[in-house]
């Protein structure tokens, strides 16, 4: 459980545990802090932003002297992230405690940093005091003079068309059997990229898996291009929808198998990766894969490697490579650039914003706010598995996002 990794990780566990009491300590040291979780959770059960959350709270549990974040606030709402950050500001500024923060996000680090230092490909590049430097200097020491190209967002005028993803009173259970997605209902047209915004483990994961054929519906139906959609092999194919899913290595590739392979996966029984109705070319899957290598910018570029040990970006770029063929009709997106390396989140980033001019329909689920706020064409909030509020993305207001998010707008609303 949450309180069982809390309590076991301290040094001074006595020969026998009292946990009446020691959850009686939890649950007083969780209403002191920013964000909390139910104690008696299993981990298992935790989305993997909760588990983020988790590490963070541990940290704060332990009362370490030094804390090292790597991309922290990914899965916070602006005011969690703004609170937790600003506790241990507060904390570094009264000589409780160093943090060490690793993240792409620079308001973060005007924000809340007293120093910088930036590396690229492993090596130093430049520090400085946050004081005394830009945004603008920082983005050239992570990329490279030569290499500064913010992702280009400009999107040509499209004219008002049928939907080409519809979801309609969508019911999801969760794990335990209880509704994670309850009577859930959206559209995104063709050219559109519509962002789920919503705090880790209120129904993005089950909505996801859902929509990919990985949990059944217990009601509701889902439409592409106007037909009924059934998540079925032959049907992505025929109506073109594909995916990238959160945490691709587990969820969308073969961890052993060469990366070749797993860039196959979509169309290894299609001409010309397969003859004669079964037989597989070797040749002909290696041609492609390298091909989608040197257009993705896979690192290393060896189709052969077992895509497993790549890096966490290279992975993402590898099945995106094998998701955004030419002719995407849909496209469904989770976290996809859940703590990569700077360059790979403008590649990432600037592909999905080249699909949506192209004429795809993106659902883009994501936790991180700022990613939505600056890829999507609609936002809607997420919040106990029901859609709670809708808004287009150059009207959107952080704050208002974030009390969505947090359920404190439907909490406002309910009778004393």
């Not at 709402?77 to 500001?89: H, R, S, Y």
């Not at 405690?97 to 924000?111: A, D, G, P, Q, Y």
Request: proline share 5%; charged share 25%.
């Amino acid at each position: 459980s949450v309180a069982e990794n809390l309590v076991l990780s301290r040094g001074d566990l006595p020969w026998r545990i009292n946990w009446t009491r020691e959850h009686e300590r939890l649950e007083a040291f969780m209403a002191k802090m920013p964000f909390r979780l139910d104690i008696h959770r299993p981990v298992s059960s935790l989305a993997a932003g909760e588990k983020q959350k988790l590490e963070i709270l541990k940290q704060l549990y332990l009362q370490r002297r030094l804390i090292i974040l790597d991309e922290p606030t990914s899965v916070l709402t602006p005011q969690e992230a703004d609170e937790v950050l600003g506790l241990m500001q507060s904390m570094a500024h009264r000589g409780e405690l160093t943090v060490l923060m690793i993240t792409h996000k620079f308001r973060e680090v005007s924000t809340y940093a007293d120093d910088v230092t930036v590396l690229r490909k492993g090596r130093w590049v430049g520090s400085a005091a946050v004081a005394d430097t830009t945004t603008q200097q920082m983005a050239a020491w992570m990329m490279g003079d030569a290499q500064v190209r913010g992702v280009s967002t400009e999107r040509p005028v499209m004219a008002a068309r049928p939907p080409q993803l519809q979801v309609a009173g969508l019911d999801v259970p969760g794990d335990k059997g209880t509704l994670a997605v309850k009577n859930l209902s959206l559209a995104v047209q063709p050219g559109e990229i519509v962002g789920v915004a919503g705090i880790s483990g209120n129904g993005q994961r089950e909505l996801t898996e859902a929509l990919l054929g990985q949990r059944p519906l217990s009601a509701g139906q889902i439409s592409v291009d106007g037909q009924p959609y059934h998540v079925q092999r032959e049907q992505m194919q025929r109506l073109r929808v594909f995916s990238l899913p959160e945490e691709p290595l587990r969820n969308a590739c073969i961890g052993n198998f060469s990366v070749a392979d797993n860039l196959a996966l979509r169309n290894f029984d299609q001409a010309p990766l397969c003859r004669q109705g079964w037989r597989l070319d070797r040749r002909a899957i290696g041609a492609q894969a390298r091909t989608l290598i040197e257009q993705f910018k896979v690192s290393p570029n060896d189709p052969n490697r077992p895509i497993g040990t790549l890096s966490g970006g290279n992975v993402q770029r590898a099945v995106l490579a094998r998701e955004l063929p030419p002719d995407v009709a849909v496209l469904i997106v989770a976290n996809p650039v859940f703590g990569l390396d700077f360059a790979s989140v403008a590649l990432i980033h600037q592909r999905l914003i080249d699909a949506r001019n192209s004429g795809t329909a993106v659902l883009l689920l994501s936790e991180d706010l700022d990613e939505l706020l600056s890829l999507a064409d609609r936002i809607v909030v997420i919040h106990d598995g029901e859609l709670v509020f809708e808004t287009s993305a150059a009207a959107a207001d952080r704050t208002e996002l974030g009390r969505h998010m947090a359920g404190a707008e439907q909490l406002a609303g309910e009778p004393a």
